[in-house]
């Protein structure tokens, strides 16, 4: 049976994972700063990626580390940029020191879309022109080329839009969240300039289970990969999805000077070399559920 360790058990993906984990029969120790597990495991263990004391409380003969531990955002003070480099840059790097040595361990990173420069209504693949507006993005650029660098076996997931909640009616996080809130609180919901740039939305069970099946094959080690999906929609087209079906109505807004600055344009995966290796069948599509909520 394998073994992981979960770094990052208390976030958004980091609970998929855990779930698809058990699915998956893998046994593993959830981690997170906080100091308690939201989903109550009880072998959960409270860690700072950034402490190498607090890692050396861990025992990494394992077969995976799902390094899913981090911060997101798009802030650019320079408190904020030295926060984030700490934790996203050096808590791999203290990560993948652990790891250094160990026989048959492999560390699974999540990246992003925001790693690349999107190109209008054109399907990037993972060697399509890179470009990073924020520091998050360039935290994660910095992170894949370590692992490239390392001496340790890794996969990298890049993952667009992700959306859906096993557990909960939490939509907080992200566009489709954003666009839900507003909705279910009977606003309408407003969309920078035309609506027009593209997204690849992802369901989060269809981010977690080709990533475990992933796993089970040798030609994916070392290797980075899009996760697609059954769509690739407009902004626009998304929120009048969510108005929809909430009765409300979209509007359109000046796009604000900050967010343009950072905006990467569409960011629209190509997935066909991960389809090579595991030939996944996308369970969801962003439309039904959306009528199902």
Not at 18 to 42: G, M, R
Not at 74 to 100: H, M, R, Y
Not at 130 to 153: F, G, H, P, R, W
């Amino acid at each position: 049976m394998s073994s992981a360790i979960l770094f990052g058990a208390n976030g958004y993906l980091g609970r998929h994972i855990a779930y698809f984990l058990k699915q998956n029969q893998i046994v593993f120790i959830p981690t997170d700063i906080a100091e308690a597990s939201i989903d109550h495991h009880p072998n959960y263990k409270k860690i700072d990626i950034t402490s190498k004391d607090d890692l050396q409380q861990l025992d990494f003969n394992i077969d995976y580390i799902f390094a899913f531990a981090g911060l997101t955002g798009t802030g650019s003070a320079p408190e904020i940029v030295d926060k984030f480099t700490k934790v996203n840059e050096q808590g791999l790097a203290n990560i993948i020191e652990c790891c250094e040595g160990i026989k048959g361990l492999r560390i699974i990173f999540p990246s992003t879309r925001l790693v690349y420069k999107g190109i209008k209504n054109t399907p990037l693949k993972e060697d399509s022109e890179k470009e990073s507006k924020t520091i998050y993005a360039q935290n994660k650029l910095t992170c894949e080329d370590m692992l490239v660098k390392s001496s340790v076996d890794y996969t990298i997931f890049r993952i667009c839009v992700p959306y859906g909640n096993l557990f909960d009616k939490e939509y907080s996080y992200g566009t489709i969240g954003f666009f839900i809130n507003k909705a279910i609180n009977k606003e309408n919901i407003t969309v920078y300039g035309d609506g027009s740039l593209k997204r690849t939305f992802t369901h989060v069970r269809d981010i977690a289970q080709p990533i475990l099946d992933a796993l089970k094959l040798k030609p994916t080690i070392n290797q980075i990969y899009n996760i697609g999906s059954k769509d690739a929609l407009s902004l626009l087209e998304v929120a009048n999805l969510v108005a929809f079906k909430y009765g409300v109505k979209v509007e359109f807004i000046d796009w604000p000077e900050e967010a343009l600055k950072i905006e990467s344009g569409d960011t629209i995966f190509n997935d066909e070399k991960l389809q090579k290796e595991i030939k996944y069948n996308y369970q969801h599509s962003l439309s039904q559920w959306v009528n199902e909520i």
